[in-house]
């Protein structure tokens, strides 16, 4: 009996503390889960407010790229009507009499190709675009301050003629021509079969002798490239520049829009 009542002494003195613990272990694991949902819903107004102010700063930038765009069309619309109010870019050159070349224009391009055939010879005529020079541009050419660049005196149009044979090499001339006159500024022997990019291309044009120059001169005028020719090319030249000029407004208008 004595022994019994010890034990039930123990177990009333060790049952307090027994719960005790276990308050004590459950306030614990509260204030872990109190802790955590405080911190996450301390930081809940952050991210929020986080993603609220990057839409904010997007939607700031959309709205001034979308201002800017919209005054960027505007302006081209306004080029894109003056262009189409000059008398150049729909303009139709008649082909002269007796032109002896085929045109290939191709849209987009800023070159056009001429070709023919003589007695046997592919002759290719690769017309540029010209470089106008107006009378205000040459005024400022008479009172130049000195520069290395020499802008010449008179509107012009580069050439690159290639007369070529069957299996063989071409001469490849770099010509400019002016109203009425059309200057050779280099000869190039080509051989098909090299195309060593070392290989000597001759002395300067105007360098040769002046009646071996009259001679090339009287060559390529027998093959079609003549002052008639060249005149009708600038003119022609000045056309398509204009309407290579209002494709690409209209390109770079259509690309804005989109």
Known sequence: ??????????????????????RVQRNYHSCIFTALNHSLQSQEPAVNRFYRNTLHFSTAVDSRRTSSDESLIRVLESEIQCAEESDDYDRVEDTPSGFPFEIEDTPGLQTVTLRREYDGELIKVDVHMPDLVTGDEQDEGEDGDGDDYEKPSKSNIPLVVTVS????????????????????????????????????????????????????????????????TTNYLHE??????SREYLRWLKNLQKFVEE
Not at 1 to 22: C, D, E, G, V, Y
Not at 236 to 241: A, E, L, T, V
């Open 1 to 22: 009996m004595a022994f019994t009542s010890l034990l039930r002494k123990s177990a009333n003195s060790l049952a307090p503390l027994a719960i005790q613990l276990t």
């Open 165 to 228: 044979k069957k299996g063989g090499p071409s001469l490849e001339f770099n010509c400019t021509a002016f109203p009425d006159e059309i200057a050779i500024d280099s000869l190039t022997v080509r051989n098909p079969s090299s195309e060593d990019e070392l290989a000597y291309e001759g002395p300067d044009f105007h360098d040769l002798d002046e009646n071996l120059q009259k001679a090339f001169h009287k060559y390529l005028e027998i093959r079609g490239i003549k002052a008639s």
């Open 236 to 241: 022609y030249m000045i056309n398509k520049d």
